[in-house]
């Protein structure tokens, strides 16, 4: 076991090796640089602030500083914002961005499960066409859409909550449920799926003929084993949700890192674009090694270090 | 048993008439894989349906830019921000008018045709009052709170008024006058060329790739899927929003960075297919008969597995949609002016108050695709699996 974490921890690093490599250049690739404004600047001003950068060194020194700084969790300045840091920045988004991945997963917990399980224990009766319908469309429908079908409604036509800003926690609701519902269909489809599956085994029907009530047997044997795949696809989801949803905090401008990440795309600011990527994609890769490990523990029948 | 059991016995047992002699041989037309699937496929009435709505979006998105009469681009600033259903109110010496919530005034004709903007002669911004004047009447629009009224010279409300269709934009225009119907209908064309086209090319490199990797196993595939394993680890619209900053906007970038980072799911796909069926016996025989490899992948593994990637691909299309829709939206997908409906989403949602048509209109028409190819996928998936075949 020892074995298959080590490895799967050194493919990870690679991996993250590979991205950062891979952004660094791209960015680095961009043709203009990053102080090739519409004005031209006279050519001591632009050597000044290429020397401030470090951008006048070899591309590859630069390449190496930049890796060390990572190491060292510094992403360097921005180069639009003069005079802040890209972690400045970062730390000023991540407030808002972390409250509405709460409030997003709390959503998905509270609805999603539920409904998958209600779905699986009443299969082929109403409950389950119902939330089948709903979660079909829920998967389907694109996350920006369904923002802009929400907030048609309950901001213009009914006036109920604020069309954007999140001054208040009334703010986080839509942005929040935006966020939510593709992700509660999802995990409704899959605990359905999941739950089914449990309801089918072998112990089931054991526990069924030792003779326990029936609420037993659905949360203490059909629950807890069909958890497993769910509880590992909510933590996809959550890291996803953390790291910014570009679009839902530009629809609802919550000054989020997600809405950071579109606004330093447009204003070109490099720095900015490369630390958030390397950041988001950590993110995710960390949190695929870990949930691996965790579904390991969770489920002791499955054997990847097998592999 | 009845007494006369003999009798009945021979009477039972008698000869069989010629024609009779064929009833036990099951008969009937033999039903091949397709004509079985196109039957279970026509079953499936939501399946059949998603057909028909996808072959009007497509033909509506090929044919309509030329039928509207307008060009995408063309902008009548006079005409901005005009909605599809439109109020005509009516002076008692017949001439129509259309008042625009945003305060502008203009002359239509009864059936919806607006014509021209009138300008106001003069204001009276304490009564909150302008002043208009045609034809030798004078007309005042009085805003409040309320609303916007027109009064004739009388300070009475026009007599007559009713609601119509916008005869000359159908759907209305856009913040800088340009038809949105026009520019719904050209988006679909490009929103769907990219996601056929990256479809098709994802189709092609991930069939190759796979069906190369799983076919040669050993170190080969070993290498080969390690190489898309690592791909995969990064989440792939950090990886296509990072292409789409270095290349730039366009249609073409677009395709080329949303194919580089699609093909690997395909290409796994296709890898595990070929590698659970090289092992059977009919790909066996094959081999003994002295067939070579290329005509056993294309012959024999690529057929057994069509299913699969024929669902995958279905369901790739709304993918497909959704992330140049998403790339657009945020301003990174095809230049304007050329619309695209993550295009037309950007420039509505900013007027989702006053002008909701803007962004609801491509909002409907990305959902609709979606819901039609992701059904016509479930429904493809349900015809094409072979475990439900009785």
């Known amino acids: ?307 | 048993m009845n007494e006369n059991y003999d009798g009945q016995f021979i009477k039972d047992w008698a000869p069989l008439q010629k024609e009779e002699k064929n009833a036990e041989t099951t008969s009937g037309v033999t039903v091949s894989y397709w004509q079985d699937v196109l039957r279970r496929l026509r079953q499936n009435k939501l399946a059949v349906g998603s057909i028909f709505v996808i072959a009007m979006i497509l033909l509506a998105s090929a044919f309509g830019p030329m039928l509207t009469g307008k060009a995408y681009e063309t902008q009548q600033l006079a005409l901005r921000n005009m909605p599809p259903r439109i109020e005509i109110q009516t002076a008692k010496d017949g001439t129509n008018f259309f008042v625009h919530p945003d305060l502008r005034v203009f002359l239509a004709e009864e059936n919806g045709y607006v014509t021209e903007e009138l300008k106001p002669v003069s204001a009276k911004l304490a009564d909150k009052q302008f002043i208009y004047e045609y034809n030798g009447k004078t007309y005042y629009l009085v805003f409040s709170a309320e609303g916007t009224r027109l009064l004739d010279e009388n300070q009475e409300p026009l007599p007559e008024s009713k609601t119509v269709w916008n005869k000359n934009y159908l759907l209305g225009t856009d913040s800088i006058g340009r038809d949105m119907l026009t520019r719904l209908l050209y988006g679909g064309r490009i929103s769907l060329m990219v996601a056929f086209i990256v479809t098709i090319c994802t189709l092609v490199i991930g069939v190759l790739y796979g069906g190369i990797a799983g076919y040669s196993g050993n170190n080969t595939d070993i290498f080969m899927m390690r190489v898309v394993e690592i791909l995969m680890a990064i989440p792939s619209v950090i990886y296509i929003i990072l292409l789409m900053v270095y290349f730039g906007q366009g249609v073409f970038n677009i395709l080329i960075a949303m194919v580089i980072t699609s093909w690997l799911a395909m290409a796994q796909l296709v890898r595990g297919q070929v590698l659970s069926l090289k092992e059977q016996e009919f790909i066996l025989a094959a081999k003994c008969a002295g067939v070579s490899p290329i005509k056993i992948i294309l012959r024999h593994l690529l057929p057994n597995s069509i299913g699969p990637i024929i669902v995958f691909a279905t369901l790739s299309i709304p993918a497909a949609i959704a992330t140049e829709a998403f790339m657009s939206f945020i301003g990174l997908g095809v230049r304007p002016p050329m619309p695209s409906w993550g295009i037309l989403s950007n420039e509505g949602i900013g007027a989702i108050r006053s002008s909701p048509y803007q962004i609801l209109l491509p909002s409907i028409a990305i959902s609709l695709t979606m819901f039609a190819f992701n059904f016509l996928g479930d429904g493809l998936r349900d015809a094409l699996d072979p475990r439900l075949r009785k």
């Open chain 1, 1 to 307: 076991m020892l074995k298959y974490i080590a490895k799967r921890f050194v493919m990870m690093l690679v991996t993250l090796f590979i991205i950062i490599t891979a952004t660094f250049f791209l960015m680095r690739a961009i043709p203009g640089g990053p102080f090739s404004f519409d004005r031209v600047l006279p050519p001591s001003v632009k050597e000044a602030l290429e020397a401030k950068y470090n951008l006048d060194k070899p591309v590859i020194e630069q390449y190496f500083d930049y890796l060390s700084g990572i190491i060292r969790f510094d992403f360097g300045p921005s180069y639009v914002y003069f005079g802040q840091t890209v972690n400045e920045m970062m730390a000023d988004g991540w407030p808002a961005s972390a409250k509405l991945a709460v409030a997003a997963t709390v959503l998905i917990i509270l609805v999603g499960l539920p409904m998958g399980i209600i779905a699986a224990l009443n299969r082929n009766k109403l409950p389950d066409r119902v939330s089948m319908v709903i979660s079909t469309i829920g998967v389907v429908v694109p996350s920006f859409v369904l923002a802009t079908f929400l907030l048609y409604f309950f901001s213009v036509k009914v006036e109920l909550l604020p069309t954007f800003g999140v001054e208040s926690w009334k703010g986080y609701i839509l942005p929040a449920l935006c966020l939510a519902v593709g992700p509660i269909c999802g995990i409704a489809r899959l605990s359905r799926s999941s739950m089914l599956d449990t309801l089918n085994q072998d112990y089931m029907r054991t526990a069924e003929s030792k003779g326990l009530s029936r609420s037993r047997i659905i949360f203490g044997h059909g629950l807890r084993n069909s958890l497993i795949p769910v509880t590992t696809s909510l933590g996809m989801t959550f890291a996803a949700l953390l790291t910014g949803t570009f679009v839902i905090e530009k629809i609802f401008a919550v000054p989020g890192l997600g809405r950071y990440f579109v606004q330093s795309i447009t204003n070109r600011d490099y720095t900015a674009v490369m630390a958030l990527t390397i950041l988001t994609s950590a993110i995710m890769v960390v949190a695929v090694f870990i949930i691996d490990i965790v579904y390991m523990i969770l489920d002791p029948r499955i054997k990847l270090y097998d592999k």
